[in-house]
């Protein structure tokens, strides 16, 4: 009998242990549930740092400006995916395993983008990126939108540039071999440009080079033989900036056009007096506020970091605005709601514009185009999307 009463107790004292830890468990997670976790997917270290860093700006003055919904904390969580492919997927996991988020926000560098594609695809996390513009982002995964427009629009938009304004019949291409964002816009330029040309030997030259390269001479030589009405030559700033100087330093006078990648500080600290007169396509500007959500927006990051922004930073703090409105409207913190709502987004007042994505998730948007004049950034025109 005492033996009976001895187990007795025993299972009690262990059933009470339990229902102690379960107890635990509750209140731990009846804590998580006043937190909305959003991570940020950027490329805060490496090569493109100082783009990851741009929109991470936009992002978390966004999140102070609306630091809740649904009554709830919104809490960001930073992934540094190193402006690595590979540890783009490591960071991306992170997020969706050990993080738990509910949505996400990048990447800066449409192949960090690609490569983690897949994996939020899968977990059903919905990714909205900011400024990654490679069509092959969004292509076959719902679980991806983004707030700028895409490659396809903003190669026509400078080819359309090269041809019209600048009056060049023959280009010559330098593409970053590296970066699936500069071959995929290297593809649509050429494309529109021997469309409004008419013929294929309109391109008439294509060279290539490697993230992180230094040394253009040989690229340079050959296209300076070649004689071109202009160069084409998408990629990142810091190469870019090279690019253009070297090309300089070699006796080339002809314009030099490119895309939003070269909208980046370091682009004028590198390149120096031989960037002026670079023209690219970017998706903002501060000249010219296109919503009240744009005075809002310019006025907070003035206030906080006394100087203008540059067009990622509107669009990180767009991309936080459209995951915030899809929580409140779909009223849910779950993911596949909150991607149902994403993607009915339409006509949202954003920092940088107007937002509606199509049926792919991607924006339909105005493109900006930029010089560089007297070591800054100046606004031209606005090139409206083809409906």
């Known amino acids: 009998m005492k033996k009976h009463v001895a187990l007795l107790l025993v299972f009690m004292l262990g059933l009470a242990t339990l229902l102690t830890g379960c107890g635990g468990t509750t209140e731990q997670a009846s804590e998580e549930s006043d937190v909305i976790k959003i991570g940020i997917f950027e490329p805060m270290t490496g090569a493109n740092a100082a783009g990851g860093e741009m929109e991470v700006e936009g992002i978390k003055l966004?999140?102070?400006?609306?630091?809740?919904?649904?009554?709830?904390?919104?809490?960001?969580?930073?992934?540094?995916?190193?402006?690595?492919?590979?540890?783009?997927?490591?960071?991306?996991?992170?997020?969706?395993?050990?993080?738990?988020?509910?949505a996400v926000i990048g990447s800066w560098g449409s192949s960090f983008s690609i490569a983690a594609g897949p994996i939020f695809k899968d977990a059903g996390i919905p990714a909205v990126g900011a400024s990654c513009t490679n069509p092959l982002v969004t292509m076959g995964n719902e679980y991806y939108s983004r707030v700028c427009f895409i490659d396809s629009f903003q190669g026509t938009v400078m080819a359309n540039y090269a041809y019209n304004e600048l009056g060049a019949k023959r280009v010559a291409i330098i593409q970053e071999i590296s970066s699936d964002y500069s071959v995929g816009l290297v593809k649509y330029f050429e494309e529109a440009f021997v469309g409004f040309t008419g013929s294929e030997d309109s391109i008439i030259g294509?060279?290539?080079y490697n993230t992180g390269d230094q040394d253009f001479t040989a690229q340079l030589t050959n296209i300076?033989?070649?004689?071109?009405?202009?160069?084409?030559?998408?990629?990142?700033?810091?190469?870019?900036?090279?690019?253009?100087?070297?090309?300089?330093?070699l006796g080339i006078d002809v314009p030099f056009i490119a895309t939003d990648t070269w909208e980046a500080p370091e682009f004028l600290e590198i390149g120096g007096e031989s960037v002026e007169g670079a023209?690219?396509?970017?998706?903002?500007?501060?000249?010219?506020?296109?919503?009240?959500?744009?005075?809002?927006?310019?006025?907070?990051?003035?206030?906080?970091?006394?100087?203008?922004?540059?067009?990622?930073?509107?669009?990180?703090y767009d991309a936080y605005l459209v995951i915030l409105n899809a929580i409140e409207q779909s009223g849910s913190t779950d993911p596949a709601e909150i991607n149902k709502f994403i993607s009915q987004t339409k006509d949202f007042e954003g920092a940088a514009g107007m937002i509606s994505l199509d049926p792919n998730g991607d924006a339909i948007k105005s493109a900006v185009i930029k010089e560089v004049k007297d070591g800054e950034f100046k606004y031209l025109t606005v090139v409206e999307p083809i409906q």
Do not use: C, H, W
Not at 226 to 246: H, M, R, S, W
């Open 62 to 102: 966004a999140n102070e400006l609306y630091p809740e919904v649904l009554g709830k904390k919104v809490e960001l969580v930073i992934a540094d995916n190193k402006s690595d492919k590979v540890e783009a997927a490591n960071a991306a996991t992170m997020l969706v395993d050990k993080e738990k988020v509910s």
């Open 206 to 208: 294509k060279a290539s």
């Open 224 to 249: 300076k033989e070649l004689n071109p009405d202009a160069i084409f030559a998408p990629g990142n700033y810091t190469e870019g900036a090279l690019l253009v100087k070297q090309a300089r330093e």
């Open 279 to 316: 023209v690219f396509s970017t998706f903002f500007t501060t000249e010219v506020p296109i919503t009240d959500e744009s005075e809002k927006f310019l006025k907070a990051y003035r206030e906080k970091y006394d100087k203008e922004p540059a067009s990622v930073t509107a669009l990180g």
